[in-house]
């Protein structure tokens, strides 16, 4: 076998598994293709420099009965999501799909409109926003709608409004409670390792077609254009709170700590249209995201969606949200809401029970059973989340990484662990063939972990290397999971080609601007190398002169420790200056000798203190190995 071709097991797995697909409901189909207005002629979008920011028409391929290199599940997924364009939901009420990962919306008003979640990218959401008034006509934007704290759901928010705009009191932003910080924090403390590990989440390297990348579940893709940020002026803090908006009533239902820790469903009482942020989906949701994040609350999550039925089920007619299409008819939109609810429940409530007999994540994501209702509905299906990774997610909430078993809480690393496994196999050429007859025999989970034990024993073993790219692409080509097939193809196109480290950049301007003060010196103290540091005493002081705040940072222990104060430390080196310099400084983009030079930054005692400590800092690494040690 060559790779990029399904074996016969894989073709036998995807066989089994499409036996169960309940592939006569095509309901969903008439959804994604109702109140279709009208679509761009070209489905590119480039930024001003003309670099492709956006490309649906990379999807052309997905066409016709899914190829046995794809999951029929995925690859159906696939097909409903590059069906795109300016589509109605309700006469006043538009959304613009196949734009970005996410969906954005615009809700008319008496002379202009509201837009919700404008996608990743100002570049795409542009293209998005000129479909809509090419076909709407221009009207002004008098509100902006964030409905959660992450960045598609409001990265492209410039490509439609200016800072002017809302200095101006012309457009409100209204976002949840919590938006900044959560907005800013996820890119910034664990954004290098994140967006690494984002990259084969997304499969950002890969190719487009049937042997590589087929789409992410949730969307197809992200965009790759510059996202923005302009802070909201109005906070949504409380469930019932209500605003009218140039005519447009809207009722607020706030969600914390459900999809994203500062989120919020909202309600339009006089379209009957319901709005649910991404707290309900097209697929099953991350309870944990494979890039990483903080573990999120699957009882919550179900809990608010109890109250958004209890709250607006007895009146909605139509449910849509910031990914998919929407759906339509009070009964099946309830149905929806409540099949997504009882989705996060059941996985919540089963995982401890399963936990509360004694068994392990690992153990639960292979016992747990979906009821067969949500079998048969697509919309619970695990294109973006797993019952598998959820699951384990569960278990980390409660339970944390370690399984009680104490044979596993102070095992080897992965180097020496996989050194002695390899010579306890009788050296790499002999796990190599035991790993084939593995491979020959359909057991791709365990080829992939006896070669990955030979790879971290010896990177240089080519065999081994082969054979595992071609292992993790079975596994890939079988998974009815978008992020999951991203990642094993990811990492089969590593062994081949070598690293692609962090394709999409993580730290926008406009992103690091919104950072608080206390978020600088945090960003600064998680780079502090600690060894080299652990005999360095530094304290400094800081003038924040735009927020009237005085802080003092102190190095010892090789951690750098941050507060607030009435005035500066006497004794020490103080620097006067705005936040917008701090933030120069950390981040390269203002040298402090030219800043001292023209005033920007005054500094009273030994500017060197601060050399000091910028000295004691260590690079991140953006190209960190993962499939190679
Ligand atoms: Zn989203």
Redesign the pocket.
């Known amino acids: 076998m060559s790779q990029s071709q399904a074996t016969e097991a894989t073709r036998a797995a995807i066989a089994t598994f499409a036996q169960d697909l309940p592939i006569g409901d095509t309901q969903d189909f008439e959804d994604a293709e109702r109140g279709f207005v009208a679509r761009s002629e070209t489905r590119q979008v480039r930024n001003a420099e003309g670099r492709v920011v956006w490309d649906l028409d990379a999807y052309r391929f997905l066409e016709g009965r899914a190829p046995d290199t794809t999951n029929p599940s995925l690859w159906r997924q696939g097909q409903l999501l590059i069906k795109d364009g300016l589509f109605e939901v309700v006469p006043g009420i538009y959304q613009l799909r196949g734009y970005d ?2 969906v954005m919306s615009v809700i008319e008003g008496d002379t202009g409109v509201i837009v919700v979640d404008p996608l990743i990218s100002k570049e795409t959401a542009a293209a998005a926003f000129e479909l809509y008034t090419a076909n709407r006509g221009q009207r002004p934007v008098v509100a902006m709608i964030y409905s959660h704290s ?1 960045i ?2 409001f990265g492209g928010v410039k490509g439609i409004l200016t800072d002017d705009d809302v200095a101006s009191g012309r457009t409100q932003v209204i976002a949840p409670e919590g938006f900044m910080d959560y907005a800013v924090s996820e890119n910034v403390f664990a954004g290098t390792a994140m967006a690494r590990r984002a990259g084969y989440m997304y499969g950002a390297a890969l190719d487009k077609g049937p042997a590589g990348q087929i789409g992410a579940g ?1 969307g197809q893709t992200t965009s790759t254009g510059e996202p923005t940020l302009i802070p909201p002026t109005v906070d949504i803090g409380t469930t019932g709170q209500e605003l009218t908006i140039d005519g447009v009533r809207i009722v607020f239902q706030v969600t914390p700590g459900t999809e994203a820790p500062a989120e919020m469903n909202f309600y339009f009482p006089g379209f009957k249209a319901l709005c649910t942020a ?1 707290n309900t989906s097209h697929t099953l949701h991350n309870i944990l995201t494979i890039r990483g994040a903080e573990v999120r609350d699957a009882r919550a999550w179900a809990a608010y969606l109890t109250e958004t039925v209890d709250l607006w089920g007895g009146d909605l007619e139509v449910v849509f949200a ?2 998919h299409w929407p759906t339509w008819g009070r009964e099946r939109a309830v149905e929806f809401l409540e099949m997504q609810r009882d989705m996060y429940s059941y996985v919540h409530d089963q995982t401890l029970r399963l936990m509360n007999q004694g068994y392990i994540g690992a153990e639960i994501a292979e016992m747990l059973q979906v009821p067969p209702a949500m079998e048969a509905a697509w919309h619970t299906h695990g294109y973006y989340g797993s019952i598998s990774h959820n699951v384990k997610a569960v278990y980390q909430r409660y339970m944390g990484w370690y399984n009680a078993n104490p044979s596993t809480l102070w095992p080897h690393p992965p180097v020496e662990a996989a050194r002695r496994y390899v010579a306890a196999m009788g050296g790499a050429d002999a796990a190599v063939a035991l790993a084939r007859r593995a491979f020959d025999e359909g057991d791709y989970r365990w080829a992939a972990e006896v070669l990955n034990h030979v790879i971290f024993a010896d990177e240089s073993h080519a065999e081994a290397r082969t054979l595992q790219a071609d292992t993790l692409e079975q596994i890939g080509f079988g998974a009815e999971n978008g992020t999951w097939r991203n990642a094993f193809l990811s990492g089969a196109h590593e062994l081949r080609h070598g690293q692609f480290g962090t394709p999409t950049s993580a730290a926008a301007p406009d992103i690091m601007g919104a950072l608080t003060v206390e978020q600088v010196f945090g960003s600064i103290g998680i780079r502090i190398d600690g060894p080299r540091a652990w005999n360095e005493h530094i304290v400094l002081s800081w003038v924040v002169t735009d927020e009237d705040t005085t802080h003092i940072i102190e190095l010892r222990n090789g951690t750098l420790n941050q507060r607030r104060a009435n005035a500066a430390k006497p004794g020490t080196t103080t620097f006067t200056l705005t936040r917008r310099a701090l933030i120069g400084l950390v981040t390269g983009m203002l040298d402090l000798g030219a800043a001292l030079a023209d005033g920007t930054v005054v500094c009273d005692g030994d500017p060197a203190d601060l050399g000091r400590l910028v000295a004691l800092l260590a690079p991140v690494d953006p190209n960190f190995a993962i499939v190679t040690p």
Do not use: F, P, R
Request: hydrophobic share 20%; proline share 0%; no cysteine.
């Open positions: 990962l996410s992450h598609d759901h949730l991404e910031s990914h």
